[in-house]
């Protein structure tokens, strides 16, 4: 407020004093704004030399209310020409360099007290990585699930080592009865029975045992759970899955036919999966009740009717009834040669290599492993018993014309898929033999030779674009 | 009495017995290929686990960097003994280098998208 006063009476002295019509851009002012002021002044003026009794007192009073203003304002400050300009509307210029109206002056008065006020404080600068370590809990998360991982891989490959090791603790005793050899390892030079599993990963252990009448050799291999990566055990508890044993005898010989008996499931998978089973057991699978065996098992065969029969008998029907939640699949078959061919597969033109085998498949119970592995046995014998019996099977004489059938139509519908594949090659290996004469002909140095190799190619040429011309005009005679 | 075959060669040494009429064989092991494609878990973990570490030595990506360290780990624990143990060592290192240098290049922590 005292500021708003000071400032309107400088404006009031510099207004009285300068009768001037410049401002401080030095731009012209008209006589007439200030014409007010200039009148007023010569009014007073003339008041004052009107009357003189009455006056005396007046300019006198006059004088002495000078005198009070000027007694009463003895700071204020009577402008000069220079400051005339400042006193102008200090908003015009307000913020411009060169302001020294008094807002900024004071403004930068307050700066400069508050800088000389506040002591200048150096903040250390503390790498981001000794600050706090709650930052990195995304960090400790991740090494917390590696240590996890890490655990859980020892222990289940602790665990897996135990249902081999249980597994071949009841199973190796009856294995030395029946075969000279008792775990293979291929790395040795001779064979030597080393009565344990060969570790092919931290799931799969494989035992090969040979020497044995009516067979090559017996593959068993535990498939188990991959219990050492955490996430197929996750995935395992989302969807079950359990231990598997695959024992595969290899028969030296067989009478041909195919046939497998199994969960629904199993059978289904085998129908799909298998080259052999896709290919010969054409029929629809029949319950396994039809054959003294529990309803939840199907029976998948080439030739129905004595077959299974023979097959399923006394002895294997009590097995199977006795151990129905451990058994899977059973596969009977002289023409096994792995899995269906994909459609990125292409066929090869030769037929696949069949093995004559007998596969069983069985369930390690998930519970109580070390009690009921050692019930399994029993199934081990089941399928050595399998083993003599097939060896000396014989089909009818019926049957085996049929089985002997079915091989040709596969072998002819084989052909057929193959037949551009052995085109192609047979074009190719007669290429190879017109070059192969070509370059023999031009490496031959005698003249003589040359030329009549040269003859030879060129006959041989004439002939086959003559036979070519007499196939298409006999073609042309039968199409009229 | 056991009498070798005439072929001899170390992985289909057969030997015959006359007397018990059988033959004992040697154990063939399945060909890598069918092996490969039984599982393979392996093959393509420590594919993607050279991808990420060097997407996270590359492009300086923390998150890359664990991620392949987590592959390398999963390429081991189902690899197969016949595999060649140094290819899933020289993986593992691969990214644990990459964990280390994305980390001296930044250590300021990782944030989460959200």
Not at chain 1, 69 to 98: I, K
Not at chain 1, 336 to 349: H, I, N, V, Y
Not at chain 1, 410 to 438: F, P, S, V, Y
Request: contains cysteine; hydrophobic residues 35%.
């Amino acid at each position: 407020m005292k500021l708003w006063v000071f400032v309107l009476i400088l404006l009031l002295t510099t207004f009285g004093v300068n009768g001037d019509n410049r401002n401080q851009h030095g731009a012209e002012i008209e006589d007439n704004e200030f014409a007010e002021f200039e009148d007023f002044d010569e009014d007073v003026v003339e008041l004052a030399s009107e009357g003189d009794l009455p006056d005396k007192e007046e300019p006198q009073e006059v004088a002495d209310d000078f005198q009070d203003l000027d007694e009463e304002d003895e700071d204020a400050v009577v402008e000069t020409e220079e400051d005339e300009f400042e006193s102008l509307d200090p908003d015009e210029f307000e913020g411009l360099p060169g302001d020294d109206t008094i807002w900024e002056n004071e403004n930068k008065k307050t700066k400069k007290q508050k800088k000389s006020s506040e002591p200048e404080l150096k903040i250390a600068d503390v790498p981001l990585h000794l600050r706090s370590w709650d930052k990195y809990y995304i960090e400790f998360l991740m090494g917390a699930g590696l240590l996890v991982y890490v655990v859980n891989f020892f222990i289940g490959r602790a665990k897996n080592n135990s249902i081999a090791s249980t597994w071949l603790k009841s199973h190796v005793d009856h294995l030395n009865k029946q075969f000279e050899l008792v775990g293979d390892d291929p790395s040795n030079k001779k064979a030597a029975s080393t009565h344990q599993f060969v570790k092919e990963s931290e799931h799969l252990y494989t035992l090969w045992c040979s020497g044995r009448t009516c067979c090559e050799g017996m593959l068993v291999e535990l498939k188990l759970l991959k219990r050492q990566d955490l996430i197929s055990v996750i995935s395992d508890r989302l969807k079950p899955a359990v231990d598997q044993v695959v024992i595969t005898t290899t028969l030296t010989s067989m009478d041909p036919f195919v046939f497998c008996v199994g969960t629904k499931k199993s059978v289904a998978n085998l129908h799909k999966n298998m080259q052999d089973v896709n290919s010969f057991c054409v029929e629809k699978s029949r319950g396994g009740e039809k054959y003294g065996l529990s309803s939840k098992l199907f029976v998948l065969s080439e030739l129905f009717g004595e077959l299974p029969n023979a097959i399923l008998d006394n002895a294997v029907r009590k097995v199977l009834n006795e151990n129905e939640g451990v058994f899977d699949s059973l596969l009977i078959s002289d023409q096994f040669s792995g899995p269906l061919l994909t459609d990125q597969q292409e066929p090869t033109a030769k037929f696949p290599e069949a093995e004559k085998i007998i596969s069983l498949t069985l369930n390690i119970p998930s519970e109580n492993k070390e009690r009921k592995i050692p019930n399994l046995l029993n199934l081990l014998k089941m399928a050595l018993y399998l083993t003599d019996k097939v060896k000396k099977h014989r089909l009818s004489r019926e049957n085996k014309m049929k089985t002997d059938k079915h091989r040709q139509e596969a072998m002819l519908k084989l052909m057929k898929q193959t037949h551009a594949q052995r085109q192609e090659a047979a074009q190719l290996k007669k290429e190879e033999k017109a070059r192969a004469l070509k370059d023999k002909m031009m490496n031959e140095e005698d003249p003589e030779k040359q030329r009549r190799m040269d003859e030879q190619i060129h006959r041989r040429e004439l002939n086959k674009k003559n036979k070519k011309m007499m196939k298409g005009r006999q073609f042309k005679v039968k199409a009229m | 009495m056991e009498e070798a075959s005439s072929s001899n060669h170390v992985e289909e040494e057969v030997i015959t017995n006359r007397h018990k009429n059988y033959t004992v064989n040697r154990y063939k092991p399945k060909a890598e290929e069918a092996t490969t494609s039984d599982d393979p878990v392996p093959d393509y973990m420590n594919l993607l686990a050279m991808i990420f570490s060097m997407c996270g030595l590359m492009l300086k990506i923390k998150w890359c960097a664990w991620c392949a360290v987590f592959c390398s780990l999963i390429s081991f624990a189902n690899s197969r003994s016949s595999e060649d143990g140094r290819q899933v060592l020289s993986s593992f290192m691969l990214s644990i280098s990459a964990v280390v240098m994305t980390y001296l290049q930044n250590p300021a922590p990782m944030t989460p998208p959200w």
